[in-house]
Protein backbone atom coordinates (compact mmCIF):
# COMPACT_ATOMS: atom_id res chain seq x y z
CA UNK A 1 0.00 0.00 0.00
CA UNK A 2 2.68 2.20 0.99
CA UNK A 3 4.09 1.96 -2.69
CA UNK A 4 0.23 2.75 -4.28
CA UNK A 5 -0.17 5.98 -2.28
CA UNK A 6 3.27 6.92 -2.44
CA UNK A 7 3.61 6.98 -6.53
CA UNK A 8 0.16 8.35 -8.12
CA UNK A 9 0.27 9.67 -11.33
CA UNK A 10 -2.03 11.33 -13.03
CA UNK A 11 -2.20 11.99 -17.33
CA UNK A 12 -4.53 12.71 -19.80
CA UNK A 13 -6.53 14.84 -20.70
CA UNK A 14 -8.39 15.57 -17.59
CA UNK A 15 -4.68 16.64 -15.83
CA UNK A 16 -5.54 20.25 -17.83
CA UNK A 17 -8.61 20.95 -15.49
CA UNK A 18 -7.31 24.10 -13.14
CA UNK A 19 -6.68 22.90 -9.44
CA UNK A 20 -7.30 18.86 -10.52
CA UNK A 21 -3.68 18.36 -8.88
CA UNK A 22 -4.54 20.01 -5.50
CA UNK A 23 -7.81 18.69 -5.40
CA UNK A 24 -7.14 14.85 -6.33
CA UNK A 25 -4.10 15.37 -3.27
CA UNK A 26 -7.17 16.71 -0.75
CA UNK A 27 -9.24 14.08 -1.82
CA UNK A 28 -6.72 10.96 -1.84
CA UNK A 29 -5.65 12.42 1.24
CA UNK A 30 -8.85 12.06 3.54
CA UNK A 31 -9.70 8.58 2.00
CA UNK A 32 -6.18 6.84 2.82
CA UNK A 33 -4.79 6.20 6.54
CA UNK A 34 -3.29 8.96 8.09
CA UNK A 35 0.08 6.95 8.04
CA UNK A 36 0.01 6.68 4.69
CA UNK A 37 2.68 9.40 2.66
CA UNK A 38 0.60 10.47 -0.56
CA UNK A 39 2.21 11.86 -3.19
CA UNK A 40 0.50 12.98 -6.33
CA UNK A 41 2.43 13.51 -9.65
CA UNK A 42 1.19 15.39 -12.90
CA UNK A 43 3.47 16.44 -15.18
CA UNK A 44 3.00 18.78 -18.02
CA UNK A 45 3.95 15.97 -20.65
CA UNK A 46 3.55 12.31 -19.28
CA UNK A 47 6.49 11.52 -22.06
CA UNK A 48 9.11 13.77 -21.80
CA UNK A 49 9.20 11.71 -18.00
CA UNK A 50 10.12 8.12 -19.32
CA UNK A 51 12.31 9.07 -22.85
Do not use: C, Q, W
Not at 21 to 41: C, G, H, N, Q, Y
Amino acid sequence: MKDLYGNILLSGGSTKFPGIFDRMSIEITALAPSSMKIKVFAPPHILSHFS
